[in-house]
């Protein structure tokens, strides 16, 4: 499955599809659902006479198995599935690579740390900040996210060059060297001033 939540080309059956297809239906519109059902009306005509509505790939993937026995037993099952609070979408889950910050190396030192805070009350410190001190794991700071906030990180393809960008100031910098190599045309915030919060600053980008 791809980062768009579709399969693979690879993943191909000429009677099933698959390749290139959703794997949950929910991302799919009206007009997406009627366009499958005309392309799948028109392929499983071997396995499946009288076809008149749109068959999920889980669907397809559980007729497919039974078909070629290579299933047991194909029922379904309504269970719990997680969905994206926003688009109220299934959330598809990856094993990605992702930026840490190594919290493991300085807990013992952040849970000494916190013994002397004056907490008030005593019971937020000792109690449920102190608990989640000394259990502590690596901070995931890069959770893929379309709505988060991007980490300024840039790499170069064969992983050479990187550069971690701290500031608008440190920005600037760097756009005028890439103007300067040939890498951008121009500075499209050239106009911008650097710690000028005025709305009308940045209302220039």
């Known amino acids: 499955v ?44 071997e396995v499946l006479k009288n076809q008149d509505k749109y068959l999920s790939v889980d ?23 997680p969905n994206c609070w926003r688009t109220d979408k299934p959330i598809l889950y990856y094993p990605l690579d992702s930026w840490f910050i190594k919290v493991t190396d300085v807990k013992d030192r ?6 002397t805070i ?29 709505w988060g906030i991007p980490l300024p990180i840039w790499r170069t393809e064969d992983g050479k060059e990187e550069i971690c960008v701290g500031s608008v100031k440190e920005l600037k910098e760097e756009m005028a060297k890439a103007v300067e190599a040939g890498v951008l045309a121009k500075d499209i915030f050239e106009d911008f001033e650097v710690d000028n919060n005025s709305e009308e600053n940045y209302a220039k980008i």
């Open 2 to 45: 791809d980062l768009q939540g579709r399969f693979r080309k690879e993943i191909k059956d000429d009677i099933y599809g698959f390749a290139g297809e959703y794997v949950k239906a929910e991302y799919l519109n009206e007009k997406d659902l009627e366009a499958e059902l005309e392309i799948q009306q028109e392929k499983l005509t």
């Open 59 to 81: 669907e397809r993937l559980g007729l497919k198995l039974k078909n070629e026995n290579k299933a047991f037993k194909v029922e379904k099952y309504k269970h719990s599935y």
């Open 110 to 115: 952040m849970h000494s740390l916190n013994k």
């Open 118 to 146: 004056n907490w008030k009350p005593e019971s937020t410190g000792t109690g449920r900040f102190g608990n989640w001190l000394a259990n502590a794991n690596d901070w995931n700071l890069s959770r893929s996210r379309y």
